[in-house]
């Protein structure tokens, strides 16, 4: 009976005593505390897309030698190499390049995304999201067309701060030309830059951000209409207008909603949008740019250099708007860029709960 009971006592104690929780069972345990505290399901995935558009928000794209968008480049660079070096240089060739760069940019992420799983679960979710982060660049947008605005006094700084946004010639730009071609960039980013991998990281996780991106990375690179590319960078180029049809037929409603607490001109957007998407050749930038027109009941686009050679654009915008724009145009474009990106992010994030 002694020895019984003092067992008895002995196993009481033991199992008593608090044992010491591991890391990761302290991390689930806080994760499940968030989810009581949170109305909404908090899944990784909503998890991933609030620590990459936050890290975005604080510190913007981040500069380093393995950057995923530089690492695509340079596999498309040796995979335009080789093929050209077999004469795989046409349409077939350029569709085996396209599967080359995006098939082997998600190769990569899974990769190293599934060796860190078998380490540790959460090392494959800070994987996530610091690609995430690295893919999505809301804030640089914002950030170079400040740097212009800032520059406005110093035309020549002003047009080289110009150039890390836009392709064009900017030596002839004077003080509205620059205000010009700013908003138009910071219009056609909206979807290319802002909405279309925001939306597919949202709807589609890491996968359809990083296709995405290869995506925009390739039409950079190969989706040209000349002697060496006219054929090659078909895939390219088309696929880039496929991912951002819908985001820039969305960005027109997007663009109104945010006008109106701006104080700017909601139904000139949707009507403009409407009106004059056609006139540039791109059939995606038009939407974004004519609705930012409206909303500010400015003229944008018109005739543009690009290497000393003029292509004839159409404005877009009523002819009785101004095309001679100011500094005070480019901070009302700034504020409604900004504002799309906050109802942008709010959407996706309706899209992502619903996904689950």
């Known amino acids: 009976m002694i020895r019984t009971a003092r067992s008895t006592i002995t196993h009481f104690t033991q199992r008593s005593q ?30 991933v897309i609030l620590t990459a558009c936050l890290l975005d928000a604080l510190f913007g794209d981040p500069v380093y030698r393995l950057h995923p968008v530089r690492l695509i480049g340079a596999l498309s660079l040796v995979g335009e190499q080789a093929l050209f070096g077999v004469g795989l240089n046409g349409r077939f060739g350029g569709v085996l390049h396209w599967f080359l760069v995006v098939g082997g940019a998600l190769a990569v992420w899974w990769a190293v995304r599934l060796g860190l799983a078998l380490w540790h679960p959460w090392l494959a979710l800070a994987w996530d999201c610091f690609i995430a982060y690295s893919l999505l660049c809301m804030r640089d ?8 605005l800032a520059a406005l006094d110093d035309l020549p700084s002003a047009r080289q701060r110009l150039s ?13 030309g620059i205000v010009r071609a700013t908003i ?21 996780g890491l996968p359809g951000l990083i296709i995405v991106k290869a995506v ?15 054929r090659f960078g078909w ?25 109106v607490p701006l104080g700017l001109h909601p139904w000139l957007a949707v009507r403009t949008a409407w009106r004059d998407h056609a ?12 609705a930012c027109a409206g909303a500010l009941r400015v003229r944008l686009v018109g005739p543009t250099r690009y290497g000393g050679a003029l292509r004839d654009y159409a404005y877009l915008g009523d002819p009785a708007w101004p095309i001679d724009l100011d500094a005070g145009h480019l901070r009302r474009a700034l504020g409604l860029i900004l504002l799309c990106s906050v109802l942008a992010l709010g959407v996706g994030l309706g899209l992502a709960a619903l996904r689950g």
Request: proline share 8%; glycine share 8%.
């Open 216 to 230: 925009s990375t390739l039409d950079s690179m190969v989706g040209y209409r000349n002697a060496r590319y006219g």
């Open 164 to 176: 890390l946004l836009v392709g064009r010639d900017t030596e002839p730009l004077g003080r509205g």
């Open 141 to 148: 947008l914002l950030v170079h067309g400040r740097r212009v």
């Open 279 to 290: 006139r540039l050749p791109s059939p995606n930038s038009g939407w974004s740019e004519a």
């Open 235 to 259: 895939a390219g180029a088309r696929s880039d207008d496929l991912v951002h049809w819908l985001p820039a037929r969305l960005s027109v409603p997007l663009i109104a909603l945010a006008a």
């Open 184 to 204: 138009e960039s910071l219009a056609e980013n909206l979807t290319d830059g802002v909405l279309t991998p925001l939306w597919a990281l949202c709807l589609f």
């Open 18 to 47: 608090p044992r010491e929780q591991p890391h990761h069972c302290l991390l689930a345990r806080a994760y499940d505390s968030a989810r009581i505290l949170v109305p909404i399901d908090f899944s990784p995935h909503l998890g």
